[in-house]
């Protein structure tokens, strides 16, 4: 019984302190999309996927222009040119031709970027960006 009485001390001192240490919030690594239920920034985290991967063939001239200063109008609610779909339906990745063709599902013809693929986690990011509406933010 001698023996139990300081462990449990011990173990009840080390169970408050480490109940009561603040640890501070948990930073993400720069680069990394942000958490699921974190409303995705077309202007932070989308449009960087484009500049990174589809400017250089979708430039300011041409039928898609996704340069930043248009990206957003040539997208969204738009029909998709040979499709009989539209570019992005908010909410509806599955119906929107961009993300059939990042996605590697071949839904809508080659996948783009056309020699490459995006990473998951940007397909992610478009996706989820899709899903919580298309917002321009």
């Given at each position: 019984?001698k023996?139990?009485?300081p462990?449990l ?9 480490s109940c ?23 202007s ?7 500049d990174?991967?589809c400017?250089?063939?979708?430039p300011?001239s ?14 969204v ?5 040979g499709?009989?779909?539209?570019r ?9 031709v961009l ?10 013809g080659?996948?783009?970027p056309?020699?490459?693929?995006l ?10 960006w ?5 917002e321009d933010?």
């Amino acid at each position: 019984m001698k023996r139990i009485v300081p462990a449990l001390i011990v173990f009840t001192t080390l169970l408050l302190y480490s109940c009561s240490a603040d640890t501070g919030p948990v930073e993400e690594e720069p680069g990394t999309p942000s958490g699921t239920d974190n409303p995705v920034s077309f202007s932070q985290e989308v449009q960087p996927v484009f500049d990174q991967n589809c400017t250089s063939c979708h430039p300011s001239s041409g039928n898609l222009d996704l340069t930043a200063a248009n990206s957003y109008s040539s997208l969204v609610n738009v029909p998709a040119s040979g499709y009989s779909a539209v570019r992005v339906v908010p909410g509806d990745p599955e119906s929107s031709v961009l993300y059939g063709k990042i996605n590697g599902s071949n839904t809508f013809g080659s996948n783009m970027p056309l020699g490459g693929s995006l990473s998951a986690a940007q397909i992610d990011i478009i996706k989820r960006w899709i899903e919580q509406g298309a917002e321009d933010n």
